[in-house]
Protein backbone atom coordinates (compact mmCIF):
# COMPACT_ATOMS: atom_id res chain seq x y z
CA UNK A 1 0.00 0.00 0.00
CA UNK A 2 3.22 2.37 0.34
CA UNK A 3 3.40 2.54 -2.99
CA UNK A 4 0.05 3.89 -3.92
CA UNK A 5 -1.18 7.37 -3.92
CA UNK A 6 -4.49 8.95 -2.53
CA UNK A 7 -7.38 7.86 -4.56
CA UNK A 8 -8.59 11.40 -3.70
CA UNK A 9 -9.26 13.43 -7.20
CA UNK A 10 -6.03 15.78 -7.08
CA UNK A 11 -4.57 14.55 -3.95
CA UNK A 12 -0.84 13.69 -4.58
CA UNK A 13 -0.36 12.13 -0.78
CA UNK A 14 0.78 8.44 -0.28
CA UNK A 15 -2.34 5.89 0.66
CA UNK A 16 -2.14 4.70 3.98
CA UNK A 17 -5.43 2.92 4.39
CA UNK A 18 -8.18 1.68 1.98
CA UNK A 19 -12.30 1.82 2.27
CA UNK A 20 -14.06 0.06 -0.04
CA UNK A 21 -11.45 -1.25 -1.66
CA UNK A 22 -9.90 2.83 -2.77
CA UNK A 23 -6.77 3.57 -1.47
CA UNK A 24 -6.45 6.92 0.27
CA UNK A 25 -4.10 9.07 2.52
CA UNK A 26 -4.98 9.60 6.30
CA UNK A 27 -6.92 12.93 6.11
CA UNK A 28 -9.17 11.65 3.18
CA UNK A 29 -9.36 7.98 5.16
CA UNK A 30 -10.40 9.91 7.67
CA UNK A 31 -12.79 12.69 5.91
CA UNK A 32 -14.75 9.90 4.08
CA UNK A 33 -14.68 7.06 7.31
CA UNK A 34 -15.80 10.00 9.50
CA UNK A 35 -19.03 10.46 7.07
CA UNK A 36 -19.99 7.01 6.39
CA UNK A 37 -19.82 6.55 10.05
CA UNK A 38 -22.54 8.83 10.22
CA UNK A 39 -24.60 7.67 7.25
CA UNK A 40 -24.83 4.58 9.21
CA UNK A 41 -25.64 6.56 12.49
CA UNK A 42 -28.79 8.03 10.89
CA UNK A 43 -29.80 5.22 8.28
CA UNK A 44 -29.70 3.22 12.10
CA UNK A 45 -32.39 5.51 13.75
CA UNK A 46 -34.50 4.56 10.83
CA UNK A 47 -34.81 1.31 9.89
CA UNK A 48 -32.33 -1.93 10.79
CA UNK A 49 -30.43 -3.50 8.16
CA UNK A 50 -31.68 -7.23 7.37
CA UNK A 51 -30.15 -10.15 5.44
CA UNK A 52 -27.64 -9.15 2.41
CA UNK A 53 -27.86 -5.20 3.99
CA UNK A 54 -27.20 -6.30 7.09
CA UNK A 55 -23.79 -8.42 6.27
CA UNK A 56 -22.68 -5.77 3.89
CA UNK A 57 -22.79 -3.00 6.99
CA UNK A 58 -21.19 -5.40 9.37
CA UNK A 59 -18.21 -6.61 6.41
CA UNK A 60 -17.87 -2.60 5.69
CA UNK A 61 -17.96 -1.69 9.81
CA UNK A 62 -15.57 -4.14 10.22
CA UNK A 63 -13.04 -3.32 7.55
CA UNK A 64 -12.99 0.35 8.21
CA UNK A 65 -12.71 -0.56 12.29
CA UNK A 66 -9.52 -2.29 11.24
CA UNK A 67 -8.25 0.08 9.29
CA UNK A 68 -9.02 3.00 11.96
CA UNK A 69 -7.14 0.80 14.06
CA UNK A 70 -4.01 0.04 12.30
CA UNK A 71 -4.00 3.72 11.14
CA UNK A 72 -4.29 4.71 15.33
CA UNK A 73 -1.29 2.37 16.22
CA UNK A 74 0.87 3.95 14.26
CA UNK A 75 1.78 6.22 16.49
CA UNK A 76 4.86 7.84 15.60
CA UNK A 77 3.38 8.95 12.32
CA UNK A 78 -0.07 10.68 13.68
CA UNK A 79 -0.07 13.90 15.85
CA UNK A 80 -1.87 13.02 19.13
CA UNK A 81 -5.02 14.99 17.77
CA UNK A 82 -4.82 12.83 14.68
CA UNK A 83 -4.58 9.58 16.66
CA UNK A 84 -7.56 10.91 19.73
CA UNK A 85 -9.52 11.28 16.40
CA UNK A 86 -8.88 7.99 14.83
CA UNK A 87 -9.77 6.05 18.13
CA UNK A 88 -12.70 8.14 18.06
CA UNK A 89 -13.65 7.18 14.58
CA UNK A 90 -12.61 3.25 15.22
CA UNK A 91 -14.79 3.52 19.01
CA UNK A 92 -18.16 4.75 16.68
CA UNK A 93 -17.58 2.40 13.95
CA UNK A 94 -17.60 -0.52 16.73
CA UNK A 95 -20.18 1.14 18.42
CA UNK A 96 -22.99 0.32 15.21
CA UNK A 97 -21.25 -2.80 14.66
CA UNK A 98 -22.55 -4.29 18.15
CA UNK A 99 -25.79 -2.80 17.21
CA UNK A 100 -25.72 -4.22 13.90
CA UNK A 101 -24.19 -7.59 14.49
CA UNK A 102 -27.23 -8.12 17.57
CA UNK A 103 -30.08 -10.32 16.70
CA UNK A 104 -31.99 -9.88 13.30
CA UNK A 105 -35.39 -8.54 14.14
CA UNK A 106 -38.44 -10.41 12.94
CA UNK A 107 -41.83 -7.98 12.13
CA UNK A 108 -44.20 -9.18 14.81
CA UNK A 109 -47.07 -7.18 15.49
CA UNK A 110 -48.24 -9.07 18.69
CA UNK A 111 -50.06 -7.35 21.38
CA UNK A 112 -48.13 -6.66 24.93
CA UNK A 113 -48.60 -4.97 28.12
CA UNK A 114 -46.03 -2.38 29.21
CA UNK A 115 -45.86 -2.31 33.02
CA UNK A 116 -43.36 1.03 34.16
CA UNK A 117 -42.66 1.90 38.04
CA UNK A 118 -43.56 5.90 38.32
CA UNK A 119 -43.61 7.75 41.68
CA UNK A 120 -47.21 7.46 41.72
CA UNK A 121 -48.12 4.37 41.09
CA UNK A 122 -47.59 1.44 38.55
CA UNK A 123 -48.95 2.35 35.30
CA UNK A 124 -49.90 -0.40 32.45
CA UNK A 125 -50.17 0.10 28.98
CA UNK A 126 -52.07 -2.45 26.27
CA UNK A 127 -49.99 -1.94 23.00
CA UNK A 128 -48.23 -4.12 20.23
CA UNK A 129 -45.24 -4.82 19.50
CA UNK A 130 -43.55 -3.94 15.95
CA UNK A 131 -40.81 -6.24 15.59
CA UNK A 132 -38.89 -8.52 17.47
CA UNK A 133 -35.56 -10.05 18.29
CA UNK A 134 -34.41 -13.45 20.57
CA UNK A 135 -33.90 -10.76 23.17
CA UNK A 136 -35.62 -7.12 21.98
CA UNK A 137 -38.44 -5.88 20.71
CA UNK A 138 -39.40 -2.60 19.39
CA UNK A 139 -42.51 -1.91 20.48
CA UNK A 140 -44.98 1.10 20.10
CA UNK A 141 -46.06 3.39 22.80
CA UNK A 142 -48.32 6.45 23.92
CA UNK A 143 -45.79 7.50 26.76
CA UNK A 144 -42.16 8.65 25.75
CA UNK A 145 -39.80 7.14 28.22
CA UNK A 146 -35.83 7.40 28.79
CA UNK A 147 -32.90 5.32 27.32
CA UNK A 148 -32.07 3.39 30.76
CA UNK A 149 -35.01 3.22 31.92
CA UNK A 150 -36.15 -0.49 33.27
CA UNK A 151 -39.85 -1.63 31.88
CA UNK A 152 -41.47 -4.65 32.44
CA UNK A 153 -43.08 -6.67 29.68
CA UNK A 154 -45.83 -9.13 29.66
CA UNK A 155 -47.91 -11.32 27.35
CA UNK A 156 -51.47 -10.33 27.88
CA UNK A 157 -52.48 -14.19 27.95
CA UNK A 158 -49.24 -15.00 30.04
CA UNK A 159 -48.71 -14.09 33.55
CA UNK A 160 -45.09 -14.08 33.33
CA UNK A 161 -43.29 -10.49 33.05
CA UNK A 162 -40.07 -10.08 31.83
CA UNK A 163 -37.74 -6.91 32.80
CA UNK A 164 -36.26 -4.82 29.77
CA UNK A 165 -33.72 -2.19 29.58
CA UNK A 166 -35.10 0.64 26.96
CA UNK A 167 -31.78 0.95 24.63
CA UNK A 168 -33.38 4.06 22.11
CA UNK A 169 -36.88 6.15 21.65
CA UNK A 170 -37.87 7.49 18.27
CA UNK A 171 -40.96 9.86 18.41
CA UNK A 172 -43.05 8.49 15.64
CA UNK A 173 -46.21 10.92 16.00
CA UNK A 174 -48.05 13.76 18.78
CA UNK A 175 -48.14 11.10 21.92
CA UNK A 176 -46.47 8.23 19.51
CA UNK A 177 -43.54 6.86 20.57
CA UNK A 178 -41.45 3.47 18.95
CA UNK A 179 -39.34 2.41 21.66
CA UNK A 180 -36.47 -0.69 21.49
CA UNK A 181 -36.05 -2.75 24.34
CA UNK A 182 -33.26 -5.40 25.56
CA UNK A 183 -34.97 -8.16 27.24
CA UNK A 184 -32.57 -8.61 30.20
CA UNK A 185 -34.05 -11.71 32.42
CA UNK A 186 -35.44 -14.34 29.52
CA UNK A 187 -33.72 -15.91 27.16
CA UNK A 188 -36.56 -16.71 24.74
CA UNK A 189 -39.57 -14.58 25.67
CA UNK A 190 -41.30 -14.45 22.48
CA UNK A 191 -40.64 -18.55 21.98
CA UNK A 192 -38.80 -20.45 19.79
CA UNK A 193 -41.28 -20.55 16.49
CA UNK A 194 -41.41 -16.89 15.93
CA UNK A 195 -37.72 -16.51 15.81
CA UNK A 196 -37.25 -20.02 12.93
CA UNK A 197 -34.68 -19.78 10.18
CA UNK A 198 -37.54 -20.64 8.01
CA UNK A 199 -38.63 -16.75 8.41
CA UNK A 200 -36.06 -15.64 7.12
CA UNK A 201 -36.03 -15.22 3.14
CA UNK A 202 -32.85 -15.93 1.07
CA UNK A 203 -31.54 -12.85 -0.74
CA UNK A 204 -33.23 -12.28 -4.46
CA UNK A 205 -29.78 -11.14 -5.95
CA UNK A 206 -26.18 -10.60 -5.08
CA UNK A 207 -24.80 -6.84 -5.38
CA UNK A 208 -21.61 -5.47 -4.69
CA UNK A 209 -20.85 -3.76 -1.47
CA UNK A 210 -20.57 -0.03 -2.78
CA UNK A 211 -24.03 -0.69 -4.45
CA UNK A 212 -25.65 -1.47 -1.44
CA UNK A 213 -24.06 1.28 0.56
CA UNK A 214 -25.24 5.05 0.66
CA UNK A 215 -23.14 6.97 -1.44
CA UNK A 216 -20.68 9.24 1.13
CA UNK A 217 -21.23 12.98 0.38
CA UNK A 218 -18.68 15.20 -0.99
CA UNK A 219 -16.87 12.78 -3.30
ZN1 LIG B 1 -5.69 12.23 0.00
Known amino acids: MNESTCGWAGCSKG ?3 ELDARPLCRSHFFEIAAKWVEK ?6 RTEPTGEHRLAVLKFLSALISQTTN ?12 RDQFNELSTAALG ?3 RV ?10 PILLHRDTSLEESQELTYTVDVSKKGASIATIRSCGVGEKIWIQKPTNPLRSLAR ?5 KTGPAQFLIGLDILDHENFWGA ?16 LSQML ?3 VGD
Open 166 to 170: VAWVK
Open 101 to 110: QRDPRVPLNM
Open 214 to 216: PKP
Open 40 to 45: HRESLQ
Open 71 to 82: LATRAKFLSPSQ
Open 193 to 208: NILSPVRIRKPRSRRS
Open 15 to 17: AEA
Open 96 to 98: LYK
